[in-house]
């Protein structure tokens, strides 16, 4: 039963990576860099929830709706202002413009909200427990599984079935022959930068409702494992974040209750290196082949 | 009407291209007139590739104008040329790999109404039966040939009026080139004006209108396409004879 516990935990966990996961592996998919400033988008999203729920009173849903748009015109113009300026520049100068997007976005939160850790209300969410059994589950954590699961499936149906969705893959592909095709780069770029900022809002809501400490830097952690998990399932690959992000949950939890909880996190990355020198492209990931 | 068809539907007009310092393109002019094949010939690296990609508004010229169908179209961007009626297909095929075939071809009608769409492929595969009977195969997976064809089947997909072809023969055997030769000459038939680049010259002119031969950054000769196949210095030069 404790086995089955840590399980559960692994898959919640996981699920919040996942979700993160799906913001970089898209972002890198189609606009070809990484967003370091992702995983701070998370924590903007969650204080704005926050804010909602603690100072204004609105309603949970509505707390995480507006949480969702704000992170979407966060990210669409974060997007628009300091990464589309570099369309065309070396790929390291757009990669510390997303390091130093990620400060940004940390200092203007400790500008706003001070350094001290909020105590994030849990109680919208924790109405009660499920039990099955001797299985004890959270309603947060059921909540973040389903979570996981919705946006999963939306999201394959979204790129597989949607001329906008087939327009990414296309993009994310060949940018030059998208453009052939009459798809507009630039527009389908920002439309990433929503989906996968909308997302990062449900994340942080998730996030601090199972680890209720928010603070300006709560965002960083989860952000690089999540990458990690991204690229673990192999970038640019939808399913791969998501197989990467459980995976990575799973894997944290079982190391810090069978192995050693200092090494927790060390255990993850061991795992990751092993992969990664095993399938280099990832668990997912499509090997570079290309045909003449 | 009466006057937009005595307009040629693509003008160039001594445009100059340049990729960072390299002057690549130094002032070319070229028309098409609606209904017609034109083919630009020339050796590798003359700038043939860039002629068309500048048309298709994937490069900015720094001089000079293009008009398509009477309009200015300079600096316009590729994706907003195929609203306008003017479809590319590139060198080097670059269908989307990853996609299958319908889905390609999809893309292709991006431009266009979602209503348009199926019969926009019905027509597209009475052209290439061979690309039907691929529908579900991963693009990435076809052979050279069938590539060819899903990427002009991809730039039809559009309705252009003109369509561009980049280099189609290149990497395939003879008795492939031939088709695609022959698609190239039932396409023009059924309504569609073609801009050709090509290093088989001998196959391009026996198909086109009008030719222009292209020679580091210039047109150098111009005029019929039987004319110039017959034309001793063309001969020489890009018919190894």
């Known amino acids: ?292 | 009407m009466s006057e937009e068809k005595k307009l040629p539907l693509l003008k160039v007009r001594d445009i100059h291209v340049y990729y960072g310092a390299i002057h690549a393109i130094k002032g070319i002019s070229l028309e098409v007139n609606e209904g017609e094949i034109v083919t630009l010939i020339g050796a590798n690296g003359a700038g043939k590739s860039t002629t068309l990609n500048t048309i298709a508004g994937l490069l900015k010229p720094r001089q000079g104008g293009i008009a398509f169908a009477g309009m200015p179209v300079e600096g316009t961007g590729a994706s907003k040329m195929v609203y306008k009626g003017l479809s590319l297909c590139p060198e080097g095929r670059r269908i989307f790999q990853q996609m299958t075939v319908r889905e390609n071809l999809e893309m292709g009608a991006f431009s266009r109404p979602n209503e348009e769409t199926e019969k926009s492929m019905e027509q597209v595969y009475e052209f290439f039966p061979r690309l039907k009977e691929r529908e579900k195969q991963i693009a990435g997976t076809l052979s050279g040939g069938e590539q060819q064809m899903l990427a002009m089947g991809r730039a039809l997909m559009s309705k252009p009026r003109l369509m561009m072809l980049d280099e189609p023969s290149m990497g395939l055997a003879p008795i492939l080139v031939e088709q695609i030769f022959e698609i190239i000459r039932d396409m023009n038939a059924a309504g569609t004006t073609i801009l050709l680049v090509e290093q088989n010259a001998q196959m391009a002119l026996s198909v086109a209108n009008r030719a222009y031969v292209m020679e580091t950054g210039r047109i150098t000769m111009e005029g019929d396409a039987d004319d110039l196949m017959h034309d001793d210095n063309v001969r020489k030069a890009y018919l190894g004879s």
């Open chain 1, 1 to 292: 039963m404790i086995f089955l516990d840590h399980l559960i935990n692994g898959l919640s966990l996981g699920s919040i990576y996942a979700i993160i996961a799906l913001g970089y592996t898209m972002v890198y998919g189609i606009a070809k860099m990484l967003n370091f400033a992702h995983g701070d988008v998370i924590m903007i999203g969650a204080y704005i929830a926050f804010c909602g729920l603690q100072y204004w009173g609105i309603p949970p849903v509505l707390a995480i709706l507006l949480a969702m748009v704000f992170c979407t015109l966060l990210g669409v113009t974060i997007e628009g202002f300091a990464y589309r300026p570099l369309r065309q520049a070396t790929s390291l100068a757009v990669l510390i413009t997303a390091i130093g997007m990620s400060y940004l976005l940390q200092n203007i939160a400790l500008m706003i909200w001070g350094a001290n850790p909020k105590s994030f209300p849990t109680t919208f969410i924790n109405g009660s427990n499920i039990r099955i059994g001797q299985l004890n589950i959270s309603s947060a954590t059921l909540i973040t599984i389903v979570a996981n699961i919705v946006i999963m499936v939306t999201l394959t149906l979204f790129t597989s079935k949607a001329k906008l969705g087939k327009a990414m893959r296309c993009v994310s592909e060949d940018r030059g022959a998208a453009e052939l095709m009459g798809i507009n780069v630039n527009r389908t770029i920002s439309l990433t930068f929503a989906i996968g900022s909308a997302l990062a809002a449900v994340a942080g809501v998730l996030l601090c409702s199972s680890y209720p400490i928010l603070q300006p830097t709560t965002g960083s952690m989860p952000g690089i494992k999540a990458f990690t998990a991204a690229v673990f399932g192999g970038i640019g690959s939808i399913p791969g974040a998501m197989l990467g992000g459980i995976l990575l949950g799973v894997i944290e939890i079982f190391g810090k209750a069978y192995i050693s909880t200092e090494l927790g996190d060390a255990i993850v990355f061991a795992v990751l290196i092993i992969v990664l020198l095993v399938k280099p492209a990832g668990l997912l990931g499509k090997p570079m082949r290309e045909k003449v």
